[in-house]
């Protein structure tokens, strides 16, 4: 994931004269520099609070730029993007646009996004006898292999988000909604499809398909690993040992932590890029209690200091996390435009697809046999089997959340019927029970950013065929393909992922891509 103090609330409104009477005019360079400003202290102060648990000051640095969040201000920017008639400068003040208004509703939300914050990075939970900080909570359940404890575990992680987090996310979408139908929107949903220029019902039709066609695949792969670990149909599993069957712990010796950055550093070798003279990019692995676990990319200064965070959880999610973040953390450094909104704005996606391009080289059966990482072919297969399971579960999970998410911040449901809709969105996606959606119905909200991974499930699926077709099966050992990669990277976030699909030669971004790998893995590794 890549990180940005606006990540979920960069919004777009069209604000009209008539809400806020004449603007002034404003020198755009200056209110660039003045944002730019915010976004870097914001990341500073966001991955301080991630990596050493410092509390969080996100509301009191959002109200050091007020003049950001003045409304005229982003009905001039809105005003001067409509004149524009130069494609490339109305895109720049389309992304400043969508900035800008994002601020108005952060600082709304800012304090409440602190507390979160700061419940999160402080709090102990006693579970069997032991405190435990709470952003142990997942790792320890993910890894505890007594069923027992397991459920104590999840119990308390489920029951302190219900009871101390979700009423505080619950206001957050409140605050959210109340913001924009100031403005004439009626909700969240509509203002994100606007930023993204993506049918929003569209796109859910294309979800609906993909569950559809897995449905049966992974119906399949579910039973096959209860079976494997606990000897049950997976419809006799407990939500508490679920996480088990993605654990994969037999496979842990073949990926030593000692050879993980080894592995990152000789990958990007055979591409031309030697990370060692990247000083931009830096990594923390360190496993510390008060460390946010979901590993991220902060890019406190594109093309200068880029920072991965990742907190250790062992075997291959390892590796995973380190291409993954990797490919956010490249794209950051190597970026040449020298605009704020293309260095810092944009649509994600972008940015995802690279991460996803990395990441799958750890699903990629020559790369882990050139690389020695699992030399036994039975092994191999089983391993890539269960990639693949993973794979599939993640994606069907941010095809249902999406559904949830357009219930959610659409208004008007009652806390019971958002319960009721999130288990069943979640049900359609594992295709068993959820014992307890009251635990995840708003803790689970990512405010659409889920739509960034699932266009970049979908267009790294076409630019790994890409990489093929131009530089071989073993791409990732071709300078040329570094270059080429690098040729991308430099763009920053000023391409959209449609606009990237284009630029690789793809009409569109197609989902098909990625369900016909899918389709060829699970017949391959039977």
């Known amino acids: 994931m890549r990180r940005t103090g606006l990540v979920a609330l960069i919004l777009g409104l069209s604000l009209g004269c008539c809400t806020f009477g004449c603007s002034p005019r404003y020198d755009l360079e200056v209110v660039r520099a003045?944002?730019?400003?915010?976004?870097?202290?914001?990341?500073?102060?966001?991955?301080?609070?991630?990596?050493?648990?410092?509390?969080?000051?996100?509301?009191?640095?959002?109200?050091?730029?007020?003049?950001?969040?003045?409304?005229?201000?982003?009905?001039?920017v809105g005003k001067q993007r409509d004149r524009e008639t130069d494609p490339r400068a109305r895109k720049r003040l389309d992304y400043l646009f969508f900035d800008l208004v994002g601020t108005i509703v952060y600082e709304k939300v800012a304090p409440l996004s602190d507390e979160i914050a700061n419940l999160e990075a402080t709090s102990v939970v006693r579970v069997g006898g032991e405190d435990v900080a709470y952003r142990d909570l997942g790792i320890r359940l993910f890894n505890e292999t007594e069923s027992a404890l397991r459920e104590s575990l999840y119990m308390a992680q489920g029951r302190f988000d219900a009871a101390r987090t979700n009423p505080l996310r619950a206001e957050v979408v409140r605050l959210e909604r109340e913001e924009?139908?100031?403005?004439?929107?009626?909700?969240?949903?509509?203002?994100?499809?606007?930023?993204?220029?993506?049918?929003?019902?569209?796109?859910?039709?294309?979800?609906?398909?993909?569950?559809?066609?897995?449905?049966?695949?992974?119906?399949?792969?579910?039973?096959e690993a209860?079976?494997?670990?606990?000897?049950?149909?997976?419809?006799?599993?407990?939500?508490?040992?679920?996480?088990?069957l993605f654990r994969g712990p037999e496979f842990d010796r073949h990926f030593p932590p000692e050879r993980m950055r080894p592995l990152m550093e000789q990958t990007l070798a055979g591409m031309g890029i030697d990370l060692a003279a990247l000083?931009?990019?830096?990594?923390?692995?360190?496993?510390?209690?008060?460390?946010?676990?979901?590993?991220?990319?902060?890019?406190?200064?594109?093309?200068?200091?880029?920072?991965?965070?990742?907190?250790?959880?062992?075997?291959?999610a390892d590796y995973e996390?380190?291409?993954?973040?990797?490919?956010?953390?490249?794209?950051?450094?190597?970026?040449?435009?020298?605009?704020?909104?293309?260095?810092?704005?944009g649509d994600y996606g972008t940015t995802e697809t690279y991460a996803f391009v990395l990441e799958g080289l750890l699903s990629n059966p020559v790369f882990l046999e050139k690389n020695g990482l699992i030399s036994d072919p039975a092994v191999r297969k089983a391993f890539l089997r269960q990639q693949l399971f993973d794979d599939l579960a993640g994606v069907r999970y941010y095809a249902a959340?999406?559904?949830?998410?357009?219930?959610?911040?659409?208004?008007?449901?009652?806390?019971?019927?958002?319960?009721s809709a999130y288990r069943e969105h979640m049900e359609r996606a594992r295709l068993v029970p959820l014992e307890h959606p009251e635990f995840g119905y708003m803790s689970s909200n990512e405010d659409f950013y889920g739509v960034n991974y699932l266009e970049?499930?979908?267009?790294?699926?076409q630019l790994r065929g890409v990489l093929r077709e131009r530089f071989g099966v073993e791409w990732?050992?071709?300078?040329?393909?570094?270059?080429?990669?690098?040729g991308l990277w430099a763009l920053g976030a000023e391409l959209s992922p449609a606009e990237l699909a284009q630029k690789i030669g793809c009409e569109r971004i197609d989902p098909a891509a990625y369900v016909e790998e899918l389709q060829a893995a699970y017949a391959a590794y039977r």
């Open 34 to 76: 003045r944002a730019e400003e915010m976004v870097t202290r914001i990341l500073e102060a966001l991955y301080n609070t991630d990596a050493r648990g410092e509390p969080s000051t996100l509301a009191d640095i959002a109200a050091e730029y007020e003049d950001l969040a003045d409304p005229a201000l982003a009905r001039y």
């Open 180 to 223: 924009l139908r100031e403005y004439g929107y009626p909700d969240l949903s509509v203002v994100e499809a606007e930023r993204r220029h993506l049918d929003f019902g569209a796109f859910d039709d294309q979800l609906t398909g993909l569950l559809d066609d897995t449905r049966e695949m992974y119906w399949d792969l579910s039973n």
């Open 226 to 244: 209860s079976e494997r670990v606990f000897g049950v149909a997976v419809t006799e599993l407990r939500d508490y040992d679920r996480g088990r």
């Open 279 to 316: 000083p931009a990019v830096s990594i923390d692995d360190e496993d510390r209690p008060e460390k946010e676990p979901r590993a991220a990319s902060y890019a406190v200064k594109p093309g200068k200091d880029v920072r991965i965070l990742m907190k250790p959880l062992g075997g291959v």
């Open 321 to 345: 996390t380190l291409f993954h973040e990797m490919g956010h953390a490249l794209n950051d450094a190597f970026v040449t435009v020298p605009e704020y909104e293309f260095q810092r704005l």
């Open 401 to 419: 959340l999406f559904g949830y998410e357009l219930l959610l911040h659409r208004g008007g449901l009652a806390d019971e019927e958002l319960v």
């Open 456 to 461: 970049a499930w979908f267009l790294a699926a």
């Open 476 to 486: 990732w050992t071709s300078p040329e393909a570094g270059e080429f990669m690098k």
